[in-house]
Protein backbone atom coordinates (compact mmCIF):
# COMPACT_ATOMS: atom_id res chain seq x y z
CA UNK A 1 0.00 0.00 0.00
CA UNK A 2 1.43 3.61 -1.07
CA UNK A 3 -0.48 6.68 -0.01
CA UNK A 4 -0.07 9.80 -2.59
CA UNK A 5 -0.66 13.51 -1.75
CA UNK A 6 -2.41 14.21 1.32
CA UNK A 7 -3.71 10.42 1.93
CA UNK A 8 -2.98 9.32 5.43
CA UNK A 9 -5.02 6.36 7.87
CA UNK A 10 -6.85 8.39 10.45
CA UNK A 11 -7.34 7.00 13.80
CA UNK A 12 -10.43 4.72 13.32
CA UNK A 13 -8.05 3.05 10.58
CA UNK A 14 -10.22 4.54 7.70
CA UNK A 15 -8.29 6.02 4.61
CA UNK A 16 -8.69 9.85 4.47
CA UNK A 17 -8.10 11.92 1.46
CA UNK A 18 -7.89 15.57 1.32
CA UNK A 19 -8.71 15.77 5.43
CA UNK A 20 -11.98 13.63 4.24
CA UNK A 21 -12.90 10.40 5.42
CA UNK A 22 -13.81 7.96 2.64
CA UNK A 23 -16.46 6.33 4.97
CA UNK A 24 -18.08 9.74 5.50
CA UNK A 25 -17.12 10.09 1.69
CA UNK A 26 -18.94 7.08 0.92
CA UNK A 27 -21.94 7.73 3.11
CA UNK A 28 -22.72 11.46 1.15
CA UNK A 29 -22.13 10.80 -1.88
CA UNK A 30 -22.15 6.92 -2.40
CA UNK A 31 -19.98 4.25 -4.83
CA UNK A 32 -18.07 4.11 -6.60
CA UNK A 33 -17.33 7.88 -6.36
CA UNK A 34 -14.20 9.21 -8.28
CA UNK A 35 -12.01 11.27 -5.71
CA UNK A 36 -9.52 13.94 -6.78
CA UNK A 37 -6.91 15.23 -4.03
CA UNK A 38 -6.99 19.00 -5.14
CA UNK A 39 -4.19 19.86 -3.03
CA UNK A 40 -1.94 17.50 -5.09
CA UNK A 41 -2.83 18.93 -8.22
CA UNK A 42 -2.10 22.11 -7.53
CA UNK A 43 1.42 20.90 -6.17
CA UNK A 44 1.88 19.39 -9.54
CA UNK A 45 0.93 22.47 -11.14
CA UNK A 46 3.48 24.10 -9.19
CA UNK A 47 6.20 21.66 -9.84
CA UNK A 48 6.26 22.45 -13.31
CA UNK A 49 5.79 25.88 -13.37
CA UNK A 50 8.18 26.29 -10.88
CA UNK A 51 11.17 24.30 -12.86
CA UNK A 52 10.05 26.14 -15.82
CA UNK A 53 10.42 29.48 -14.03
CA UNK A 54 13.77 28.02 -12.65
CA UNK A 55 15.52 27.61 -16.01
CA UNK A 56 14.89 31.57 -17.39
CA UNK A 57 13.25 30.30 -20.66
CA UNK A 58 10.02 31.56 -21.79
CA UNK A 59 7.35 29.04 -21.38
CA UNK A 60 3.90 27.54 -21.29
CA UNK A 61 2.43 24.30 -19.54
CA UNK A 62 -0.67 23.10 -21.36
CA UNK A 63 -2.14 21.10 -19.06
CA UNK A 64 -3.28 17.87 -21.77
CA UNK A 65 -7.29 18.70 -20.51
CA UNK A 66 -8.05 14.80 -22.28
CA UNK A 67 -6.80 13.02 -19.01
CA UNK A 68 -9.26 14.28 -17.01
CA UNK A 69 -11.36 16.92 -18.66
CA UNK A 70 -14.26 18.79 -16.65
CA UNK A 71 -14.86 22.08 -15.51
CA UNK A 72 -13.68 22.32 -12.48
CA UNK A 73 -10.16 20.74 -13.67
CA UNK A 74 -10.22 23.44 -16.46
CA UNK A 75 -10.55 26.29 -13.48
CA UNK A 76 -8.19 25.10 -11.74
CA UNK A 77 -5.67 24.90 -14.56
CA UNK A 78 -6.85 28.67 -14.79
CA UNK A 79 -5.60 29.16 -11.43
CA UNK A 80 -2.38 28.06 -11.30
CA UNK A 81 -1.51 29.69 -14.57
CA UNK A 82 -1.18 26.85 -16.70
CA UNK A 83 -2.69 26.70 -20.66
CA UNK A 84 -4.74 23.93 -21.92
CA UNK A 85 -4.88 21.91 -24.71
CA UNK A 86 -7.77 19.95 -26.14
CA UNK A 87 -8.61 17.89 -29.01
CA UNK A 88 -12.07 17.71 -29.57
CA UNK A 89 -15.23 19.80 -29.89
CA UNK A 90 -16.32 18.73 -26.58
CA UNK A 91 -13.09 19.61 -24.73
CA UNK A 92 -13.24 22.74 -26.26
CA UNK A 93 -16.46 23.30 -25.14
CA UNK A 94 -15.92 22.79 -21.37
CA UNK A 95 -12.98 24.92 -21.27
CA UNK A 96 -14.71 27.82 -22.85
CA UNK A 97 -17.71 26.80 -20.49
CA UNK A 98 -15.65 26.72 -17.93
CA UNK A 99 -14.08 30.57 -18.48
CA UNK A 100 -11.03 29.07 -19.44
CA UNK A 101 -9.05 32.20 -21.52
CA UNK A 102 -9.18 31.18 -25.38
CA UNK A 103 -5.90 32.52 -26.14
CA UNK A 104 -4.11 30.26 -24.12
CA UNK A 105 -5.75 27.02 -25.41
CA UNK A 106 -4.42 24.63 -27.77
CA UNK A 107 -6.24 22.49 -30.22
CA UNK A 108 -4.91 19.20 -31.11
CA UNK A 109 -6.13 16.16 -32.80
CA UNK A 110 -5.44 14.20 -36.27
CA UNK A 111 -8.74 14.71 -37.61
CA UNK A 112 -10.28 18.06 -36.47
CA UNK A 113 -13.52 18.27 -38.49
CA UNK A 114 -14.70 21.38 -40.36
CA UNK A 115 -17.12 22.21 -37.56
CA UNK A 116 -14.07 22.09 -34.94
CA UNK A 117 -12.09 24.23 -36.83
CA UNK A 118 -14.98 26.76 -37.57
CA UNK A 119 -15.68 26.84 -33.64
CA UNK A 120 -11.65 27.11 -32.44
CA UNK A 121 -11.43 30.19 -34.88
CA UNK A 122 -14.56 31.94 -34.10
CA UNK A 123 -13.54 31.55 -30.29
CA UNK A 124 -10.31 32.81 -31.02
CA UNK A 125 -8.28 30.06 -29.46
CA UNK A 126 -4.27 30.24 -29.03
CA UNK A 127 -2.99 27.83 -31.43
CA UNK A 128 -4.06 24.55 -33.53
CA UNK A 129 -1.26 22.09 -33.67
CA UNK A 130 -1.40 20.89 -37.23
CA UNK A 131 -1.21 17.46 -37.68
CA UNK A 132 -1.50 16.99 -41.48
CA UNK A 133 -1.76 18.02 -45.36
CA UNK A 134 -5.39 18.19 -44.96
CA UNK A 135 -6.22 19.90 -41.97
CA UNK A 136 -3.32 22.28 -42.93
CA UNK A 137 -5.47 23.03 -46.13
CA UNK A 138 -8.54 22.92 -44.81
CA UNK A 139 -7.66 25.31 -41.94
CA UNK A 140 -6.17 27.61 -44.38
CA UNK A 141 -9.34 27.70 -46.18
CA UNK A 142 -11.78 28.39 -43.15
CA UNK A 143 -9.53 30.84 -41.54
CA UNK A 144 -9.89 32.60 -45.36
CA UNK A 145 -13.71 32.47 -45.05
CA UNK A 146 -13.93 33.72 -41.90
CA UNK A 147 -11.04 36.33 -42.62
CA UNK A 148 -8.90 35.30 -39.89
CA UNK A 149 -4.72 34.83 -39.42
CA UNK A 150 -4.13 31.89 -36.82
CA UNK A 151 -1.48 30.35 -35.09
CA UNK A 152 -0.03 27.28 -35.89
CA UNK A 153 2.49 24.73 -34.79
CA UNK A 154 3.46 21.41 -36.88
CA UNK A 155 3.21 18.35 -34.89
CA UNK A 156 6.47 16.64 -36.08
CA UNK A 157 7.65 12.71 -35.36
CA UNK A 158 10.97 12.97 -34.51
CA UNK A 159 11.89 9.05 -34.89
CA UNK A 160 12.13 8.77 -31.31
CA UNK A 161 10.14 6.27 -29.61
CA UNK A 162 9.63 6.29 -25.90
CA UNK A 163 9.94 3.16 -23.91
CA UNK A 164 6.31 2.13 -22.76
CA UNK A 165 3.86 0.15 -23.92
CA UNK A 166 3.38 -0.20 -28.21
CA UNK A 167 -0.02 1.10 -27.85
CA UNK A 168 0.34 4.44 -26.32
CA UNK A 169 3.98 5.32 -27.64
CA UNK A 170 3.88 8.31 -31.03
CA UNK A 171 7.05 9.37 -31.66
CA UNK A 172 7.95 6.66 -34.21
CA UNK A 173 7.92 6.99 -38.01
CA UNK A 174 4.99 4.19 -38.17
CA UNK A 175 2.48 6.41 -36.29
CA UNK A 176 -1.01 7.87 -37.66
CA UNK A 177 0.29 10.98 -35.83
CA UNK A 178 2.34 14.13 -37.52
CA UNK A 179 5.03 14.93 -40.14
CA UNK A 180 7.61 12.78 -40.34
CA UNK A 181 11.22 14.51 -39.76
CA UNK A 182 13.22 11.73 -41.01
CA UNK A 183 11.36 11.47 -44.73
CA UNK A 184 11.39 15.05 -45.52
CA UNK A 185 7.38 15.10 -44.94
CA UNK A 186 7.83 17.79 -41.92
CA UNK A 187 9.92 20.07 -43.95
CA UNK A 188 7.51 20.53 -47.00
CA UNK A 189 4.93 21.27 -44.17
CA UNK A 190 7.07 23.73 -43.00
CA UNK A 191 7.15 25.65 -46.54
CA UNK A 192 3.53 24.78 -47.07
CA UNK A 193 2.93 26.46 -43.47
CA UNK A 194 4.90 29.00 -44.50
CA UNK A 195 3.52 29.92 -47.65
CA UNK A 196 -0.31 29.36 -46.20
CA UNK A 197 -1.82 33.21 -46.03
CA UNK A 198 -4.18 32.87 -43.21
CA UNK A 199 -1.57 30.74 -40.91
CA UNK A 200 1.21 32.36 -38.75
CA UNK A 201 3.61 29.49 -38.06
CA UNK A 202 4.70 29.34 -34.23
CA UNK A 203 7.32 26.46 -34.50
CA UNK A 204 7.04 22.84 -33.90
CA UNK A 205 5.28 19.98 -31.89
CA UNK A 206 6.62 16.66 -30.89
CA UNK A 207 4.83 13.87 -28.67
CA UNK A 208 6.64 10.84 -28.03
CA UNK A 209 4.58 8.80 -25.69
CA UNK A 210 3.13 8.40 -22.27
CA UNK A 211 4.33 7.14 -18.94
CA UNK A 212 7.90 8.05 -19.61
CA UNK A 213 10.35 7.19 -16.90
CA UNK A 214 13.42 8.74 -17.81
CA UNK A 215 14.79 11.70 -19.98
CA UNK A 216 17.17 10.22 -22.65
CA UNK A 217 14.00 9.83 -25.09
CA UNK A 218 13.06 13.89 -23.95
CA UNK A 219 16.82 14.70 -25.20
CA UNK A 220 16.92 12.88 -27.92
CA UNK A 221 13.56 14.44 -29.62
CA UNK A 222 15.31 18.51 -28.92
CA UNK A 223 18.02 17.29 -29.92
CA UNK A 224 16.58 16.01 -33.06
CA UNK A 225 13.75 18.62 -33.29
CA UNK A 226 16.92 21.33 -33.03
CA UNK A 227 18.68 19.72 -35.84
CA UNK A 228 15.71 20.39 -38.00
CA UNK A 229 14.88 24.07 -36.82
CA UNK A 230 18.38 24.03 -38.25
CA UNK A 231 18.03 23.12 -41.75
CA UNK A 232 14.61 24.96 -41.46
CA UNK A 233 16.46 28.05 -40.45
CA UNK A 234 19.25 27.60 -43.35
CA UNK A 235 17.30 26.56 -46.02
CA UNK A 236 13.83 28.57 -46.23
CA UNK A 237 15.18 31.30 -43.65
CA UNK A 238 12.10 30.66 -41.27
CA UNK A 239 12.32 30.66 -37.42
CA UNK A 240 10.60 28.57 -35.00
CA UNK A 241 9.87 31.03 -31.91
CA UNK A 242 7.60 28.08 -30.17
CA UNK A 243 9.05 24.35 -29.51
CA UNK A 244 6.41 22.34 -27.46
CA UNK A 245 7.75 19.12 -26.37
CA UNK A 246 4.59 17.21 -25.39
CA UNK A 247 4.07 15.42 -22.60
CA UNK A 248 4.02 11.56 -21.50
CA UNK A 249 6.12 12.57 -18.02
CA UNK A 250 5.48 9.05 -15.98
CA UNK A 251 3.56 8.56 -12.76
CA UNK A 252 3.82 5.60 -10.00
CA UNK A 253 0.75 3.57 -9.85
CA UNK A 254 2.06 0.47 -8.46
CA UNK A 255 5.57 -0.27 -6.39
CA UNK A 256 8.26 -0.72 -9.43
CA UNK A 257 7.49 2.28 -11.05
CA UNK A 258 9.94 4.64 -11.17
CA UNK A 259 8.86 8.07 -11.91
CA UNK A 260 11.70 11.35 -11.93
CA UNK A 261 10.41 14.16 -10.42
CA UNK A 262 8.76 16.65 -12.48
CA UNK A 263 11.99 19.25 -11.76
CA UNK A 264 14.02 16.45 -13.10
CA UNK A 265 11.99 16.01 -16.68
CA UNK A 266 11.95 19.85 -16.58
CA UNK A 267 15.87 20.49 -15.85
CA UNK A 268 16.58 17.79 -18.82
CA UNK A 269 14.11 19.51 -21.18
CA UNK A 270 15.35 22.80 -20.79
CA UNK A 271 19.06 22.13 -20.48
CA UNK A 272 18.45 20.20 -24.09
CA UNK A 273 17.25 23.63 -25.39
CA UNK A 274 19.59 25.47 -24.07
CA UNK A 275 22.59 22.91 -25.41
CA UNK A 276 21.22 22.36 -28.78
CA UNK A 277 19.08 25.32 -29.96
CA UNK A 278 21.96 27.78 -29.08
CA UNK A 279 23.42 29.56 -32.11
CA UNK A 280 20.21 29.02 -34.57
CA UNK A 281 18.72 32.08 -33.88
CA UNK A 282 19.23 35.24 -31.83
CA UNK A 283 16.68 33.88 -29.20
CA UNK A 284 16.09 30.46 -27.63
CA UNK A 285 12.63 29.38 -28.61
CA UNK A 286 9.59 29.32 -26.15
CA UNK A 287 9.43 25.81 -24.87
CA UNK A 288 5.98 24.29 -24.23
CA UNK A 289 5.09 21.05 -22.66
CA UNK A 290 1.96 19.13 -22.29
CA UNK A 291 2.12 17.10 -18.90
CA UNK A 292 -1.91 15.33 -18.69
CA UNK A 293 -1.25 12.26 -16.67
CA UNK A 294 1.20 13.66 -14.36
CA UNK A 295 -0.90 16.55 -13.43
CA UNK A 296 -3.77 14.78 -12.32
CA UNK A 297 -3.24 11.08 -12.05
CA UNK A 298 -2.12 10.19 -8.59
CA UNK A 299 -4.40 12.77 -7.17
CA UNK A 300 -7.20 10.35 -8.17
CA UNK A 301 -8.24 7.79 -5.88
CA UNK A 302 -11.82 5.58 -7.03
CA UNK A 303 -13.99 4.67 -3.81
CA UNK A 304 -15.72 1.27 -4.25
CA UNK A 305 -17.86 -0.83 -2.03
CA UNK A 306 -17.02 -4.67 -1.92
CA UNK A 307 -20.24 -6.67 -2.90
CA UNK A 308 -19.77 -10.65 -4.09
CA UNK A 309 -16.58 -12.85 -3.60
CA UNK A 310 -16.30 -16.00 -5.55
CA UNK A 311 -13.35 -17.93 -3.90
CA UNK A 312 -12.18 -21.09 -6.28
CA UNK A 313 -10.18 -22.75 -4.01
CA UNK A 314 -6.49 -23.29 -4.60
CA UNK A 315 -7.14 -21.06 -8.31
CA UNK A 316 -7.95 -17.83 -7.12
CA UNK A 317 -10.62 -15.80 -5.25
CA UNK A 318 -12.27 -12.80 -7.43
CA UNK A 319 -13.69 -9.61 -5.22
CA UNK A 320 -16.21 -8.18 -7.13
CA UNK A 321 -16.95 -4.43 -6.34
CA UNK A 322 -19.52 -1.73 -7.38
CA UNK A 323 -17.83 -0.57 -10.70
CA UNK A 324 -14.98 -1.69 -12.88
CA UNK A 325 -14.21 -1.50 -16.67
CA UNK A 326 -16.96 1.45 -16.98
CA UNK A 327 -14.64 3.97 -14.85
CA UNK A 328 -11.96 2.54 -14.97
CA UNK A 329 -11.20 0.96 -19.02
CA UNK A 330 -7.30 1.13 -18.57
CA UNK A 331 -6.64 -2.39 -17.06
CA UNK A 332 -8.62 -3.95 -19.84
CA UNK A 333 -7.21 -1.79 -22.64
CA UNK A 334 -3.82 -1.75 -21.78
CA UNK A 335 -3.54 -4.14 -18.91
CA UNK A 336 -2.34 -1.36 -16.69
CA UNK A 337 -1.77 -1.65 -13.20
CA UNK A 338 -3.05 -0.33 -9.75
CA UNK A 339 -2.98 -0.58 -6.28
CA UNK A 340 -5.55 -0.74 -3.38
CA UNK A 341 -6.10 0.04 -0.11
CA UNK A 342 -8.70 -1.64 1.89
CA UNK A 343 -10.32 1.91 2.59
CA UNK A 344 -12.33 0.88 6.04
CA UNK A 345 -9.68 -1.37 7.66
CA UNK A 346 -6.46 0.24 6.39
CA UNK A 347 -4.46 -0.85 9.25
CA UNK A 348 -5.35 -4.50 9.16
CA UNK A 349 -2.31 -6.65 7.83
CA UNK A 350 -2.71 -7.74 4.56
CA UNK A 351 -3.68 -11.66 5.00
CA UNK A 352 -4.71 -13.31 1.51
CA UNK A 353 -3.63 -12.27 -2.12
CA UNK A 354 -7.11 -11.37 -4.32
CA UNK A 355 -7.69 -10.13 -7.40
CA UNK A 356 -10.04 -7.08 -8.25
CA UNK A 357 -13.42 -7.98 -10.32
CA UNK A 358 -15.94 -5.65 -11.80
CA UNK A 359 -19.26 -5.65 -12.35
CA UNK A 360 -19.68 -5.61 -16.25
CA UNK A 361 -19.95 -8.81 -18.55
CA UNK A 362 -17.25 -9.47 -19.68
CA UNK A 363 -14.70 -11.62 -18.33
CA UNK A 364 -12.05 -8.90 -19.18
CA UNK A 365 -13.76 -6.63 -16.44
CA UNK A 366 -11.02 -7.28 -14.01
CA UNK A 367 -9.10 -3.82 -12.51
CA UNK A 368 -6.43 -5.60 -10.89
CA UNK A 369 -4.84 -9.26 -10.81
CA UNK A 370 -3.12 -10.38 -7.17
CA UNK A 371 -2.91 -7.73 -4.96
CA UNK A 372 -2.24 -8.64 -1.27
CA UNK A 373 -5.51 -7.58 1.22
CA UNK A 374 -6.93 -8.18 4.73
CA UNK A 375 -9.83 -10.39 4.27
CA UNK A 376 -12.71 -9.06 3.27
CA UNK A 377 -16.63 -9.18 3.38
CA UNK A 378 -19.77 -7.89 1.53
CA UNK A 379 -19.95 -4.33 2.05
CA UNK A 380 -16.25 -3.19 2.72
CA UNK A 381 -15.07 -0.23 1.18
CA UNK A 382 -11.90 -0.66 -1.42
CA UNK A 383 -9.98 2.21 -2.13
CA UNK A 384 -8.28 1.84 -5.83
CA UNK A 385 -5.57 4.41 -6.28
CA UNK A 386 -4.02 6.66 -8.92
CA UNK A 387 -6.89 6.65 -10.94
CA UNK A 388 -7.13 10.40 -11.61
CA UNK A 389 -5.69 10.56 -15.29
CA UNK A 390 -7.59 8.70 -18.27
CA UNK A 391 -10.23 7.18 -16.02
CA UNK A 392 -13.35 9.29 -15.38
CA UNK A 393 -12.34 10.81 -18.98
CA UNK A 394 -12.95 6.82 -20.36
CA UNK A 395 -15.41 5.96 -18.71
CA UNK A 396 -18.78 4.89 -20.09
CA UNK A 397 -22.09 3.67 -19.95
CA UNK A 398 -21.58 -0.35 -21.02
CA UNK A 399 -23.98 -2.53 -19.26
CA UNK A 400 -26.26 1.29 -19.17
CA UNK A 401 -24.04 1.76 -15.97
CA UNK A 402 -24.48 5.33 -14.50
CA UNK A 403 -20.98 7.24 -14.25
CA UNK A 404 -19.87 7.93 -11.14
CA UNK A 405 -19.88 11.38 -9.55
CA UNK A 406 -16.61 13.28 -8.79
CA UNK A 407 -15.51 14.93 -5.80
CA UNK A 408 -12.54 17.17 -5.08
CA UNK A 409 -11.53 16.92 -1.52
CA UNK A 410 -9.41 19.37 0.14
CA UNK A 411 -8.60 20.57 4.24
CA UNK A 412 -11.77 18.52 5.01
CA UNK A 413 -13.94 19.85 2.36
CA UNK A 414 -15.66 17.58 0.10
CA UNK A 415 -16.93 19.47 -3.39
CA UNK A 416 -18.91 17.70 -5.94
CA UNK A 417 -17.59 18.89 -9.74
CA UNK A 418 -19.66 16.09 -11.72
CA UNK A 419 -22.31 15.13 -10.50
CA UNK A 420 -23.63 11.20 -10.15
CA UNK A 421 -24.92 10.36 -13.15
CA UNK A 422 -29.18 9.22 -12.81
CA UNK A 423 -30.86 6.17 -14.38
CA UNK A 424 -32.93 8.77 -16.22
CA UNK A 425 -29.65 10.33 -17.39
CA UNK A 426 -29.04 6.72 -18.77
CA UNK A 427 -32.19 6.82 -21.12
CA UNK A 428 -31.92 10.37 -21.54
CA UNK A 429 -31.07 10.61 -25.20
CA UNK A 430 -32.82 7.24 -26.32
CA UNK A 431 -35.64 8.36 -28.77
CA UNK A 432 -39.02 5.26 -29.36
CA UNK A 433 -40.32 5.93 -33.11
CA UNK A 434 -43.20 7.31 -33.33
CA UNK A 435 -44.15 3.72 -35.43
CA UNK A 436 -43.02 1.69 -32.10
CA UNK A 437 -44.83 3.48 -29.81
CA UNK A 438 -47.46 1.61 -27.47
CA UNK A 439 -51.31 2.06 -28.76
CA UNK A 440 -52.99 3.96 -26.30
CA UNK A 441 -56.65 2.24 -25.62
CA UNK A 442 -59.62 4.40 -26.74
CA UNK A 443 -61.99 3.94 -24.09
C1 LIG B 1 -1.87 12.47 -24.57
C2 LIG B 1 -1.05 13.61 -24.96
C3 LIG B 1 -0.45 14.40 -23.98
C4 LIG B 1 -0.50 14.07 -22.51
O1 LIG B 1 0.12 12.87 -22.25
P1 LIG B 1 0.33 12.40 -20.72
O2 LIG B 1 0.97 11.07 -20.86
O3 LIG B 1 -1.03 12.32 -20.12
O4 LIG B 1 1.19 13.41 -20.08
C5 LIG B 1 0.25 15.51 -24.40
N1 LIG B 1 0.33 15.85 -25.70
C6 LIG B 1 -0.23 15.10 -26.67
C7 LIG B 1 -0.11 15.51 -28.07
C8 LIG B 1 -0.93 13.96 -26.34
O5 LIG B 1 -1.49 13.22 -27.30
Known amino acids: MYLHGTSTINAQGHLEVGGCDVVDLKAQFGTPLYIVDEALVRQRCREYMEAFRASGLKFQVAYASKAF ?29 AGFPAERIHFHGNNKTPDEIEMALKAEIGCFVVDNFTELQLLNAI ?18 EAHTHEYISTGQTDSKFGFDIGNGTAFEAVQQAHEAEQLHLLGVHSHIGSQIFET ?41 DTPLQVSEYVKAITDGVKQHFAGIAEQLPEIWVEPGRSVVGDAGTTLYTIGSVKEIPGVRK ?32 TSEVVSIAGKCCESGDMLIWDVSLPRVAFGDLLAVTCTGAYNYAMASNYNRIARPAVVFVKDGQADVVVRRETREDVVNNDVIPARMQKQTVQA
Do not use: W
Open 69 to 97: CVMAMCRLAEEEGLSLDVVSEGELYTALQ
Open 143 to 160: AKEQNRHVNVLLRVTPGV
Open 216 to 256: EGFQMAVERVAQFAREVKQQLGVVFQVVNLGGGFGIRYVEG
Open 318 to 349: YVAVDGGMTDNPRPALYESRYDSVLANRANEE
